[in-house]
């Protein structure tokens, strides 16, 4: 997760108090969007835009 924040890939996140936390609705929002079909998708690590 620290690197996928680097890198600006992975959930959205906040900071808070210096700790980074994750909004359960971001965590499903982005795991709904890596669902594939089918092993050749290779676009698996694709930022999600809200």
Known sequence: LER???TGE???FLKV???VVYRLSDIE???QA???SRT????HFQQVEA
Do not use: L
């Not at 050749?40 to 676009?43: A, L, R």
């Open 10 to 12: 992975g959930p959205k």
């Open 4 to 6: 996928w924040r680097w």
């Open 29 to 31: 929002e982005y795991e």
């Open 17 to 19: 108090g210096g700790r």
């Open 34 to 36: 890596m669902i594939r």
């Open 40 to 43: 050749s998708d290779t676009d």
